[in-house]
Structures are given as C-alpha cells and as structure tokens.
C-alpha cells in the first residue's frame, strides 16, 4: 500500500459526459502528478500540481482539468468524454516539489462508452 | 523517433538468471525513474538516478548522462519480478516522458 488513494475504482460513463477523478495523497507529501495509461499511447503525464499551484502541464487537454485544494487532495476534471478518453488514470505524490521517489495509488479505471 | 526508447520489448527468463533492461533517451534530464507496473497494473517507483549507481536488494540501476542511457538489472531472477518495467524522464521543462516498457516473465 503506497498510502495513495483515488476513488473510484471504476467509472463507466457515456460519450459527451463529465466526470472527476480523486487523489489523496500520503500525509505529508505537497505534489500531486496525474498520468494517463491507454493502450494505444501507453503512460502519459498530464499535470502537476505543488501545494495547491500548478508546477508542470504534459499532454493534458483542453477538456481535462485539474486542482489541488487546502487539504492537498487533487481533482482531475474530465469533461466532453470521447471513447478515446478510455484509459487507467494514475495519481503520484512526492514529498517535494521536484526529483524525489514517487508513490502511485491505485488508479482510477475509466471506460467511456 | 521516440524520446525514450526501451529493449528489449519483452524478455523471457528462468528462475535464477541475471537480467538486464535497457533504456535511451534523447532529451536532456534532471532526473531518470524506473517504474514496475504489476499484472494487476499498480505501478511501484524502483528508483529515481540523475547520476551514478543505486541499488535496492537484488535491482541495480545506472546511468550514464553523456551516453544518454540507463540499465536496470536484476539479479537472481524470481518469478515474482515478472511484470512491465517502466523507464521514465524527466526533462528541464518539468515534464516527464515515459518509455513503452519492457515485459519481463520469469519462468520458474
């Protein structure tokens, strides 16, 4: 158990759907980092996020969204929903801000029919 | 061409034999992490280098910043090593690439 947690587990959705992805991350820890794993692209950073400011944007739509609050939990907003947005969403949290050893939770299944 | 570039794509081997995964990489970096993604798909941080050696139990990574490369080995190889072996950058703009992986089986 890395300490991470995101909820849900699962999410089934339909096209043009909204949804959001949760992250706590291990007490502590100040950056929360999103990745994306399709099959056909493999893992994929979206967005980094350093007690409650974004650090760093990878390949992150448009309509994707993200925020970390007070608490340091982090959302990942997922809106207009395309079949292609099909993938495994991670959460990572570091201690600090920049090159330290990363914790991944569970990841959040998200099928887009 | 990829940015990060990984061999062998899948790489079989018995119980007891020494292993080595390769990774290359064309951007510059601040830091290299190797990543071990289970059959379940839970990912596990192995190491993070920006220079040098480390090593943990039986995995030794390196890293040679001039020829952009790094080596993850394992040594003693057990069946339950076997999974998808991630190399990740991270590049100076704060972005992290990833590799396609390696798939490692270990036969017993």
């Known amino acids: 158990d890395s300490g991470v947690t995101q909820t849900p587990k699962h999410l089934i959705t339909a096209t043009g759907q909204r949804v959001t992805l949760r992250c706590s991350p291990r007490?502590?820890?100040?950056?929360v980092y999103w990745y994306q794993q399709s099959l056909d692209q493999g893992l994929q950073f979206l967005i980094h996020y350093y007690n409650g400011e974004e650090r760093a944007k990878g390949n992150i739509l448009e309509r994707f969204s993200a925020q970390q609050f007070p608490d340091l939990h982090s959302e990942l907003n997922l809106s207009s929903l395309e079949l292609g947005d099909s993938a495994l969403y991670f959460c990572a949290s570091v201690r600090g801000a920049t090159n330290n050893e990363q914790f991944f939770g569970p990841g959040t299944r998200l099928t887009v029919l | 061409k990829n940015e990060v570039e990984q061999s062998p794509q899948n790489l079989t081997a018995q119980e007891g034999e020494f292993i080595t995964i390769n990774c290359s990489y064309s951007?510059?970096?601040?830091?290299l992490h190797w990543l071990q993604q289970h059959p379940g798909g839970g990912i596990v941080s192995l190491f993070m280098?920006?220079?040098g050696k480390k090593k943990h139990g039986r995995l030794i990574a390196t890293i040679n910043i001039q020829e952009k490369h790094s080596s993850l080995h394992i040594t003693a190889s057990h069946p339950r090593d076997s999974a998808v072996y991630i190399c990740?950058?991270?590049?100076?703009?704060?972005?992290?690439?990833f590799g396609p992986g390696t798939r490692l089986s270990v036969l017993p």
């Open positions: 990740a950058v991270r590049d100076y703009g704060q972005n992290f690439v």
């Open positions: 951007v510059g970096i601040s830091a």
């Open positions: 280098l920006s220079s």
């Open positions: 007490s502590g820890d100040l950056s």
